[in-house]
């Protein structure tokens, strides 16, 4: 059995608890997307991680790793946290596997995140300003990447790298009126990268292919949200990626006819961090509530996120994009002591009903969302051990999800830990 799992909404979903539960059953959990944007976080009784490049399997020490070629690689942020895995008695050595075709995020790539966003001022997109967007334009244009690969050759990489720069610090200089930046500080830091990296860095494609071959079952671990993805999500108010489902396949070489389900992770309410149209957005005491119970600060910049009622409209569309089999549903522990709680389960737009999703920014920011009502609950869920247990209201609101979504909910979180997630039938 080959899984994906999947972040449904604006990410920050619960993916990294997900796939630490589901890789009790996996040989090999594969992160194919996006770069250190992403935060996972994995608690296990009261052992935190919160990952940003390693794959949320990382914290098992049999799992076998791989990093594929979709990923967006931030050497300094992956060594520190390999460093902090290893002081915590966990080492990835002969486990972990980088794709040679992934491509690095270097210095220039976050000055120039920076310079983008200032440039933009009001109209910023609020970025995590890790370098994504630019690493990826990169990828895209070709002349200007550098590839996990070149750490092999590192004569060739100081003539790409002296290369590069000229060229960025001529944009820098020109457009956003920046100080240069040093090819000869960048080429001494990837030294140090390449003796670090060299020997995990290899053809992950085979590996994975060789590994299917072999009977491995496969956990694929995406960052993220679909609404998020470059091509049908909010644009362009999301990242630089194929942040559904649909990354997966290009992410790390193998179709997703190998993959026997698709899981999607929901929070059982809405948030979204940075900027963008946000139709169930509460700013409000109702969504400082969310946000204080469900701790919703950012896990890789602190920032607030915005938080919101459930929309059903934007999940049935990022299911039905996806491909997505079934749904985990996190924190429903977080929605506990509201008399009422609120499902979009439709949009007007220009006073016709509708439910299908309008990704296009401007037109998802005139929506006005069609509500259904629910009664809450006011019983403490998080130690709930089996889905009989949870209060009819809380199924009942379940239930209500799964008619407008069209799959099943299979599990539901009912607290942060590894322990607090409840398979329902
Ligand atoms: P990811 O990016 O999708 O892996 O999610 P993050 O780790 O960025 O954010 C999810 C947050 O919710 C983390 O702080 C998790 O520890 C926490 N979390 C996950 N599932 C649950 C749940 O069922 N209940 C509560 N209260 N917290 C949860
Ligand atoms: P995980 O994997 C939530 C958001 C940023 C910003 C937009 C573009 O933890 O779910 P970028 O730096 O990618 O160019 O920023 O995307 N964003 C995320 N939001 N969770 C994430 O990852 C995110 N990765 C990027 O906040 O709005
Ligand atoms: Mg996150």
Redesign the pocket.
């Known amino acids: 059995m080959n899984c994906c799992v999947v972040?449904l909404q604006?990410?920050?979903e619960g993916?990294g608890k997900v796939v630490d539960i589901l890789a009790e059953n996996s040989d090999v959990v594969v992160r194919y997307a996006?770069g250190a944007?992403?935060?996972?976080t994995v608690i296990i009784g009261d052992e935190k991680f919160a990952l940003h490049i390693m794959p949320s399997g990382a914290v098992r020490k049999d799992m076998n790793c791989v990093i594929g070629n979709g990923v967006v690689f931030d050497p300094e942020i992956f060594i520190g946290e390999l460093k902090g895995l290893s002081d915590r008695d966990i080492s990835l050595e002969g486990r972990l596997f980088i794709s040679e075709n992934a491509h690095v995020v270097l210095d220039y790539h976050k000055a120039e995140d920076q310079h983008r966003e200032n440039a933009l001022g009001k109209n910023k997109?609020?970025?995590?300003i890790?370098g994504?967007?630019p690493c990826y334009a990169d990828k895209i244009g070709r002349s200007f990447a550098v590839r996990m690969a070149d750490f092999r050759d590192l004569d060739q990489l100081k003539e790409k790298l002296e290369r590069i720069v000229s060229y960025k610090n001529k944009v820098f200089t020109a457009l956003y009126d920046a100080e240069p930046i040093s090819a000869a500080d960048i080429f001494e830091k990837c030294k140090g990268y390449a003796a670090a990296l060299t020997p995990y860095i290899t053809n992950t494609t085979k590996y994975l292919h060789e590994g299917i071959e072999a009977g491995k079952r496969l956990l694929f671990e995406g960052?993220?949200?679909a609404l998020?993805d470059i091509d049908h999500g909010t644009f362009p108010?999301?990242?630089?990626s194929n942040a559904s489902a649909l990354g997966m396949s290009p992410g790390c070489g193998v179709p997703s006819s190998m993959v026997d389900k698709f899981i999607g992770v929901v929070k059982a309410y809405s948030t979204r961090?940075?900027?963008?149209p946000f139709p169930t957005e509460l700013d409000n005491e109702i969504g400082e509530t969310i946000r204080e119970k469900g701790h919703e600060y950012g896990?890789?910049t602190g920032r607030p996120r915005r938080c919101g009622w459930f929309d059903a409209v934007a999940v049935r569309y990022t299911v039905a994009i996806g491909g997505v089999n079934e749904i985990a549903m996190m924190h429903m522990d977080t929605l506990a002591g509201f008399d009422e709680l609120k499902i979009c389960k439709a949009y007007k737009v220009n006073g016709v009903e509708t439910t299908f999703f309008p990704s296009d920014a401007v037109e998802l920011s005139s929506v006005e969302c069609v509500y259904e009502t629910m009664p809450g609950w006011s019983e403490d869920l998080r130690g709930v051990t089996a889905y009989d247990q949870l209060p009819e209201n809380a199924k009942n609101y379940i239930a209500a999800i799964e008619k407008i979504v069209k799959i099943p909910v299979t599990m539901v979180g009912v607290g942060p830990k590894r322990s607090q997630a409840i398979p329902k039938g």
């Open positions: 972040g604006w990410g920050d993916k996006g944007n992403a935060g996972h997109l609020g970025t995590t890790r994504i967007g960052a993220q949200g998020l108010f999301v990242t630089s961090v940075g900027a963008g896990t890789t």
